[in-house]
């Protein structure tokens, strides 16, 4: 069964960067839209974007251009999420998740979710 | 602009049943929405596809306590033969082009 393996939590202060991961496997990582989830604390699910597997294009939802950076490495199978300049407000979950039609259907796998902490 | 809308919380109790509704706004009304639980301290996890006309497709190991159903903008998730373990948060999900959007979610407690 297709799994998606996160990265382990991450603390960062104000104004670093981190690099969250999700593995999956290597027979299935160019047949489906990976997405980028948030959950701030206490709050829903709110979407971020999406990157093509197949051609490495990143699509970022409203909110979520300049700072936040999808890419992939597909010699590994695994898609990154990286944020910069992190703020108090980035302390959150961040979930992948995958659209197995590669663009029109819901998340039918989640990793199991990285939490990261922004705090001086 | 796609909009789904969930009540905020929900409850029924233990062995009852219960029907939660997801609404799409104006103008989307012939979407596919799927049903996702999240569990207190774990993550998402999918349930069903929806559609329409209120077929439906599960994840797998999904109870076949679950099902889903369709009324115009209206989706439904049914839960029958309440357990402690269904009491979770329950968000649905639609899509558009390069877009996908979540409700706002509703909190199932069960008595």
């Known amino acids: 069964q297709v799994q998606l393996v996160q990265s382990g939590s991450e603390l960062k202060k104000p104004g670093a960067s981190v690099k969250v991961s999700c593995k999956t496997s290597?027979?299935?990582?160019?047949?489906?839209?990976l997405n980028w989830v948030r959950q701030a604390p206490g709050q829903g699910l709110e979407w971020m974007g999406w990157?093509?597997?197949?051609?490495?294009?990143?699509t970022y939802a409203q909110g979520f251009a300049g700072r936040f950076v999808f890419s992939l490495d597909t010699s590994v199978s695994t898609a990154y999420l990286q944020i910069s300049s992190l703020k108090a407000e980035d302390t959150a979950v961040y979930y992948c998740?995958?659209?197995?039609?590669?663009?029109?259907?819901?998340?039918?796998?989640w990793g199991q979710g990285t939490m990261v902490i922004v705090s001086s | 602009q796609l909009v789904l809308t969930q009540s905020p919380s929900a409850s029924a109790s233990l062995g009852a049943s219960v029907k939660l509704t997801c609404t799409l706004n104006?103008?989307?009304?012939?979407?596919?929405i799927a049903w996702h639980q999240q569990q207190p301290g774990k993550g998402p996890r999918y349930l069903m596809r929806?559609?329409?006309?209120?077929?439906?497709s599960k994840g797998d190991g999904i109870p076949d306590r679950f099902s889903g159903s369709s009324s115009g903008p209206e989706r439904y998730l049914s839960i029958s033969s309440l357990q402690s373990e269904d009491e979770a948060d329950y968000y649905c999900?639609?899509?558009?082009?390069?877009?996908?959007?979540f409700g706002g979610g509703t909190k199932l407690t069960v008595l």
């Open positions: 104006s103008g989307h009304s012939n979407y596919a």
């Open positions: 929806l559609n329409s006309d209120g077929s439906h």
């Open positions: 998740a995958r659209d197995p039609a590669g663009g029109t259907d819901g998340f039918d796998i």
């Open positions: 290597k027979d299935t990582f160019t047949r489906f839209a």
């Open positions: 990157i093509n597997t197949n051609t490495g294009r990143p």
């Open positions: 999900q639609t899509w558009g082009t390069d877009n996908w959007v």
